[in-house]
């Protein structure tokens, strides 16, 4: 049993179909009367339906919400959340709306209820980010965690497959960097392996019928469990390197990640051989490989090669992933960056 | 994906051996320099190395400490956290000292650190209680939920194995009670069957060789997990009936949880279709055979005969049994709380 600290989040969860018109019941439990409404302006049909069910208790609507939290744009969810004297906002979208109820957090410390549509997962941590011209700038603060997350896995069923499946594995890869990375512990250890189990089990299942709710539910409670594990674990290698390669390349989020994510996982396995086993034996069968056939079952390219990286990228990329990279569970030279990021770039099956 | 609700405590968990002497820096961490150290009677010697750790910071040491906080001795501790001008209270023992600690903060709102000495899991639940001659309040309010625990293995290599024994037990059947208790969602199933797991492992090596500090390790982490999942499931079947009589009945505690456990998981199971396959398959065999055998490897009684249980007791007891488990994840009337006590009189394997 190896020495750990686990700081534990407090936050309340609320999953099941139908469940988001519970929000105006969860408003009231939090003994408020005013909320702000900050909503995905691309699906406002049901965002009506939630400030339906809000009523009264809604006193200001914000659908002016773009990716990133632009600062002259919080600006504004802010204004609006002082000149309606709200006490808490509802937000109702993926990780932009999320981002947006987090700013106004930040400078007014009102409470937060979420009502989220995919997985970004950020719905349960207490990182937020503001973009400032070309600059983004993150912090981690408890008070803009959010206090109450309802999670109804039927806002999930529009969601395109094509977007849905990269989302996951983007969440699947906050489960399997949560064995491993700066803030692992056992108890988080378990509820990974746990997220890991569902998301492998019923990703193909969704991807063959997109309209099944119960395996909507299962991803997106696989996708809770990712985000509550990276909400105390951070993120490592994995996340570091899209980071990285993302921002230098512009490359597409979900595909980079379902490329990167067999590569990192192999890399590190060296260093994690007790949860690299267990993991395997969860999956029944070499890890980092039934990952890598994971992506492939879900359509999403297995080489950052096919996905735009380009040729005389490794020379620029390699020192920088080496650098964010720093604290990984497996030490990392320029040298060995450059040869991750090689068989990013070759993508074979590790 | 059955739906649910899941309010998430907050709390820090240090875990590791020796770690108790990182008490002074735990107390910093929390921008207070003045504690009440409140401690077990019989452990002085340990309880001044505590007291020694803390230094200048420690301003009164409470030690009149007896179990069940009778309300006069909790007013001791007060009037002494009063005095000393205490801005937090650190607790060092089992759960009686945990629950003075409780007491303090109930009153004084002061918050609290825990180093645990036995598996009781108060530490980590915000739950109190206080005794007024034979009456026994109890109460939830998250200002008594401990801030900080440290779980030292070393500091329970001293608990003579048949007190860790059925203590231990005790714990598990806080996890097994978890995965159907009132509170129960598939969160804390998970890290409910982690609990099983490691201390239906570790639980007959511990009693193998008592000084083996990983099996102490071990058996401290698997009954930590056990109390986060009590303090958010609460109770069920098992630990009503041992509440109903244990109090009828004067019965030994350690040994009615060690007898009970089993019966009452197979009572469940038919209610618990999932949660049964998923223990029966983590055990390797039928889950409540199994912790039957468990018990007896560990030399505990098998049977209420055994340990005192009155021939008559069983028309007094099913009507309280059957009241106390009203809310039982499968439902039991006065005659299925009759079979019940008796499959537990006879002490046969489930």
Known sequence: MDPFVYDALAGRVV???????????????????????????FDLERASEIER??????????????????????????????????????????????????????????????????????ELTPIWGLTDGTQKRTGRDLGVQPVTVIYDPELTLDLPIDIAGPSAMNALAHAVEGLYGPGANPVMSAVALESVRVLVEHLPLMKQDPSDLDERSAVLYGAYLAGAVLAVVGTALHHKTCHVIGGLFNLDHGQMNAVVLP?????????????????????????????????????????????????????????????????NVRSLTVDDAREFLEACIRGERP
């Not at 105006?24 to 702000?36: A, K, N, Q, T």
């Not at 208790?57 to 744009?73: D, E, I, K, S, Y």
């Open 53 to 122: 069910v809000l009523g009264t208790r809604c006193v200001g609507v914000f659908t002016n919400v773009v990716q990133h939290v632009p600062v002259a744009l919080a600006e504004q969810a802010r204004e609006l959340a002082t000149s309606t004297g709200a006490q808490a906002t509802v937000t109702f979208g993926g990780g932009s709306a999320t981002g947006f109820g987090k700013a106004v957090a930040l400078s007014h410390r009102l409470p937060q209820l979420c009502l989220p549509t995919t997985y970004a997962g950020s």
């Open 15 to 41: 999953f099941g179909p139908g469940r988001r018109r519970e929000i105006g019941d969860e408003v009231d439990r939090l003994g408020v009367d005013r909320v702000l409404l900050i909503a995905d302006g």
């Open 263 to 327: 590569q990192a996982l192999a890399y590190n396995a060296p260093a994690i051989a007790d949860q690299y086993g267990r993991l395997t034996s969860l999956l029944g069968g070499d890890a980092a490989g039934t990952l890598f056939d994971l992506a492939r079952a879900l359509d999403t390219p297995s080489s950052l090669a096919q996905i735009g990286f380009p040729d005389d990228g490794v020379d620029v990329a390699a020192p920088l992933v080496a650098q964010a990279a720093a604290d």
